[in-house]
């Protein structure tokens, strides 16, 4: 069974750091493109951030590019998501998605908050 799991989320102030992780199980993660997106009420859900599984390559929105960094570590099935100088507007719920294999995690909130 295929599960995707987040953790790390919680209250930051404007221009603090938040570090994401998203632990994976029941697939061969190393092999997997794994993307974060991000979901605020009322609004689609939106791409935040990929990683490519066999070259690493990295993808990021135009919105968070110089600001997050995406990095795995396939020995802990673990994609990571930095977050540095974080603004009100990063406020969401973030999912990590195992694109092939249709699976999502929970979501874990986080809240840019002075």
């Known amino acids: 069974q295929v599960q995707l799991v987040e953790s790390g989320g919680g209250l930051v102030r404007p221009g603090g750091s938040l570090r994401l992780s998203c632990v994976g199980s029941g697939f061969a993660f190393s092999s997997y493109t794994i993307k974060w997106h991000r979901q605020v009420p009322g609004k689609e859900r939106e791409f935040v951030a990929g990683?490519?599984?066999?070259?690493?390559?990295?993808t990021y929105a135009d919105s968070v590019k110089g600001r997050f960094t995406i990095s795995r570590d396939n020995a802990k099935k673990t994609v990571y998501l930095q977050m540095n100088s974080v603004k009100p507007e990063d406020t969401a719920v973030y999912y990590c998605q195992a694109p092939a294999t249709g699976s999502w995690g929970q979501g874990t909130q986080v809240t840019v908050s002075s």
């Open positions: 990683i490519i599984g066999s070259l690493g390559t990295t």
